[in-house]
């Protein structure tokens, strides 16, 4: 190897001060003064020798030579010495098997005689770096969807030879608005694996710290078992989960990602990079690890990233790079930390918040569609479910057909196939009814103004507003509890102008109220009193132009703390929230127990007195609102939110079909578990996810309904079998979930019941 390697110079130049701090000299007078220190690199084979580099200090000369000798005057070695504007450099391979004291000798222009120094020498650490080249499963696909199809294939071969891997963290997981699609988001890397052969790495790469629990979790359900993350400095700590197990989270300086190491440009700037981020680390007391984590994440550098890998390991036994991640047994130690506790979420703009209420919208209709899907296939067009079931109902009389895409039995107030307002009574979970249509319907009168007080009455549940505000200023039901402290539905500065009632025959009453903002710009809002429901609902419609105000809930007994859905799960806090975002309830807890559904406006926070804030979008925002004293859990707040999801309804005009009017696609055997999800199918089969709510880990049972299925397996969130986790059962099958955790279940030979 030689020794006058320009890049090694510049090297020296770059790590001087690390030099002198890492090295222990006497006997050197204090000008000149010359230290060394063993650096990182060592030889073939088997780090034979190491290289030292030399700092003299204090001589004014343009170049010197410095012998190196060992304790028994034999020369190891001759360095030439240049000089960098502040001192004379230059370096050395030399056998260091172990600690080592050495004798330097410097000879140079100015210097008088001959300055010797004695060095002790210690061996570095023989570090192995592992270089994870991961990207974006999404980033990538759009980079190679640019490309024709041969130089796709080319491009994609090279990358895979490269040593590229697919991050199974998606980038956009956490905002996911669906429990499906928050995770499956490794779905992706996987599916790139399949089309492309690119791997999905064994380890996740979050650019943005350690990720929440929720996150975690999902990609332990999808088969990975660490993440890597941006730190301060090298960390390997096991982040419990509860339920959910556990991952291993490895930190990872910024000196030691691609742009610190420089391992994408040339294999001089790595020497830099690497070699003077490790040899700070062999000075540091007590180092002792031997593994360090390199992530690229430029899907344009990779390839040049493992030519100079390649060329580094020709180059040097020692820090030698190894392609791909670690294992986890190969990190030294790796203590338990608490899990990071979720952090408030930040109250977006009025445009984000529009957004989302499209997406909760874009959602809802794609999970009844997915859901419908299968038993479309079977009967006639899986691109039109709706109209396709609806269309193979048996039926010698024409109708409407109510869809329940929810996992809890549906009686609600709709509009039919003859655009009468009708209830639809005890639809059932996960299925259909079918309804005949009435001729003889009673007509939904016009709603008429009406004078304070303003009041209304449905079963034994009555409302009251506010006379000045439009607010609902009280809500007493059908056990005489009192809901309000204070004004729901209450906007600040607003202005009562007109209330209209209107009845709604078999389903309770409705107000109309019109207010006015403190700019003059109106809106409106319905309030809806069910009869034999207890909850009440609420509309606001505000001008899409209009400022989107915050819209608040005081209800009696304030809430100690706060339990909301998210995708993946669910997440608990003390109150005061600061901010967060929900996907379909929320539950407040304290003396009366609140349930909310906020759709289309998920953004909330909750002050210290109760106030329930919606931070709600332009336009329309819907709100479920629900009271109890009683005890309650996490199902009942679950069953309000799913209440709001939208049923769908298709006119029918009769036939003899072979489906039944009524019944649902598949019932799982007990309470406190439900079918949240279905993942996008094929001809033969479907993939279902289940949630557990209770909190109780056990085992359940999945049958058939209008759906029959001659094979179950349980999967892992990307698809691939979970050996052994299903048993088959008389009409079903049966499946092991943890505790507030979530399995999917694929189910193949799918069919229609015999008969």
């Known amino acids: 190897m030689p020794t006058d390697h320009p890049s090694r110079r510049d090297f020296v130049a770059a790590s001087a001060a690390s030099a002198a701090a890492a090295a ?15 650096t990182p690199f060592q030889s073939h084979p088997d780090g034979a020798t190491v290289l030292v580099r030399f700092a003299a200090t204090g001589v004014d000369a343009p170049a010197g030579r410095l012998r190196v000798y060992d304790g028994g005057r034999r020369l190891l070695g001759t360095a030439g010495m240049l000089n960098t504007g502040t001192e004379l450099l230059g370096e050395l391979w030399m056998p260091l098997p172990r600690t080592t004291t050495v004798r330097s000798e410097l000879e ?6 001959v300055h010797r120094t004695t060095h002790r020498l210690v061996p570095p650490p023989r570090w192995t770096a592992y270089w994870l080249a991961v990207v974006d499963g999404a980033a990538l696909d759009a980079h190679l969807d640019a490309l024709d199809p041969l130089a796709r294939t080319v491009r994609a071969g090279l990358l895979r030879e490269a040593g590229l891997a697919v991050n199974p963290l998606a980038a956009t997981a956490d905002r996911a608005r669906d429990h499906v699609a928050f995770l499956q988001q490794a779905r992706i890397a996987a599916h790139v694996q399949r089309t492309l052969g690119i791997p999905v790495s064994p380890l996740a790469w979050s650019a943005d710290g350690v990720p929440p629990v929720r996150v975690l979790g999902a990609l332990v359900g999808s088969g990975v078992t660490a993440v890597a993350y941006p730190a301060a400095a090298p960390a390997a700590q096991i982040v419990p989960l509860g339920m959910a197990g556990q991952i291993l ?6 000196a030691a990602t691609a742009d610190g ?10 020497e830099m990079g690497l070699g003077g981020w490790l040899l700070a680390r062999s000075a540091e007391p007590g180092s002792s690890e031997r593994v360090v984590m390199l992530v690229s994440d430029d899907v344009e550098a990779v390839v040049q990233a493992r030519a100079n890998v390649e060329e580094w390991n020709r180059r040097y036994a020692y820090p030698r790079i190894v392609v791909g991640a670690p294992a986890p047994q190969h990190f030294p130690s790796a203590p338990v930390i608490a899990a990071p506790a979720p952090s408030p979420s930040a109250i977006p703009g009025a445009d984000a918040r529009a957004a989302a209420r499209s997406a909760d919208e874009t959602r809802a209709a794609e999970h009844s569609d997915r859901l419908f899907a299968a038993l479309a296939r079977l009967v006639g067009d899986a691109d039109a479910p709706a109209a396709a079931v609806a269309g193979a109902i048996g039926s010698a009389v024409p109708g409407t057909v109510v869809f329940n895409p929810t996992p809890y039995l549906r009686t609600e107030a709709l509009v039919d196939a003859d655009g009468r307002l009708r209830m639809a009574t005890d639809v059932p979970p996960l299925g259909y009814a079918y309804l005949p249509d009435l001729r003889d319907a009673p007509s939904v009168p016009a709603p008429e103004a009406i004078a304070a007080p303003f009041t209304a009455r449905a079963g034994d549940t009555t409302v009251r507003l506010d006379d000045e505000t439009g607010a609902v200023a009280s809500v007493i039901d059908p056990d005489g509890t009192e809901w309000v402290h204070d004004g729901l539905n209450a906007v600040a500065g607003a202005v009562l102008t007109r209330v209209a009632r209107q009845d709604l025959p078999g389903v309770g009453v409705r107000l ?10 109106p809106f409106r809002s319905v309030v809806t009193v069910h009869a034999g429901r207890r909850w009440i609902d609420v509309e606001n419609t505000f001008a899409d132009d209009a400022p989107a105000p915050d819209i608040t809930f005081r209800f009696a007994a304030v809430p100690t703390r706060a339990a909301w859905e998210v995708p993946g799960g669910v997440e608990e806090r003390d109150v005061p929230v600061a901010g967060a975002d929900h996907l379909r309830w929320v539950f407040l807890r304290g003396a009366q127990n609140v349930f909310l ?6 953004w909330f926070s909750i002050g210290a007195d109760g106030t329930f804030t919606s931070h709600a979008p332009p336009g329309r925002a819907r709100y479920r609102v629900a009271a109890d004293t009683l005890p309650a859990t996490a199902t009942d707040a679950a069953r309000v939110g799913w209440s709001t999801e939208p049923l769908r309804v298709v006119h029918a005009s009769g036939g003899d079909g072979p489906l039944p009017r009524w019944g649902s696609l598949m019932e799982l055997d007990q309470a406190g578990a439900a079918i949240v999800g279905v993942a996008d199918g094929d001809a033969d089969g479907v993939t279902i996810f289940v949630q557990e709510l209770s909190g109780t880990g056990r085992t359940l049972t999945l049958a058939g309904g209008l759906l029959r299925f001659r094979t179950a397996e349980v999967v892992d969130f990307t698809g691939r079998v979970v050996p052994s986790a299903a048993a088959p059962v008389p009409g079903g099958v049966s499946f092991p979930i943890r505790g507030r955790g979530f399995t999917a279940v694929r189910l193949g030979g799918l069919h229609l019941p015999e008969g």
């Open 24 to 38: 222990w000299s006497v006997g050197a007078p204090a000008a000149p003064r010359v230290t060394a220190v063993a």
């Open 108 to 113: 140079a222009p100015g210097v008088r005689g």
């Open 249 to 254: 989270a490895v930190g990872v300086p910024a």
């Open 261 to 270: 190491t420089r391992i994408e440009t040339q294999i001089g700037a790595m």
């Open 512 to 521: 109309h109220i019109d207010r006015r903002l403190p700019n003059g710009s």
């Open 597 to 602: 559904r906020a759709e289309g406006a998920p």
